[in-house]
């Protein structure tokens, strides 16, 4: 087994090699980011929590596995923080205002398209604020972020068995909400295509 991308990058690291923690920074910054955001719904804890991980990152580099990805780890990192600042300020409701950003068609839509895109955006934040904070995150991490279920589990701590059956409710319900009585309109038109299969 050979040591991973990152694991080049986590030796130079060790070695005090500052241009090597900077590519891992601008490696990860955004994902990292949006998980935060999508956990917190503040742009502010996000970008603090965004600092927390890579802070945690330089003092725990010596006990990085440099033969596996670092984006669970982080991530894994950034949930933990995420929780902790949503425990302290005992937020009830937990906004998603990037989820979905930037996959819009990149071609010039007609002013027909662009209603109905943000009428369907606007449904699906809703929709997705009425998931319980457990089933919003696996959303967020398998169609957002498209970690696997097995990286998922390991992120959240959790069997995969669990990631599944959240993530199937949290399916079912955005379905139900999002789609009602209209069976035949495509599931790919809110993003939900992707099978955890």
Not at 55 to 77: E, F, I
Not at 137 to 166: H, M, N, Q, W
Not at 175 to 196: C, F, N, T, V, W
Request: charged fraction near 25%; glycine fraction near 6%.
């Amino acid at each position: 087994m050979t040591a991973s991308d990152d694991g080049h990058l986590i030796e130079q690291v060790r070695a005090g090699d500052g241009r090597a923690f900077e590519a891992l920074y601008e490696k990860y910054k955004a994902p990292v980011f949006r998980a935060a955001l999508a956990i917190t719904g503040d742009p502010a804890a996000a970008e603090d929590i965004l600092q927390e991980c890579f802070l945690r990152l330089h003092a725990h580099v010596d006990r990085l596995d440099g033969y596996q990805p670092l984006s669970p780890w982080l991530h894994r990192v950034a949930v933990n923080l995420a929780y902790n600042f949503v425990a302290r300020r005992r937020r009830t409701q937990y906004l998603l205002r990037t989820l979905w950003q930037g996959r819009a068609d990149r071609s010039t839509p007609s002013f027909e398209g662009v209603v109905e895109r943000a009428d369907l955006s606007q449904r699906l934040h809703v929709a997705l604020s009425h998931l319980s904070l457990e089933h919003r995150l696996v959303v967020v991490l398998f169609y957002l972020s498209e970690f696997s279920l097995e990286e998922i589990a390991y992120i959240l701590d959790c069997p995969v068995g669990t990631v599944k059956s959240r993530l199937y409710y949290a399916r079912q319900k955005l379905r139900a909400e999002l789609l009602g009585d209209r069976p035949s309109e495509p599931e790919s038109l809110y993003g939900l295509a992707r099978s955890p299969a």
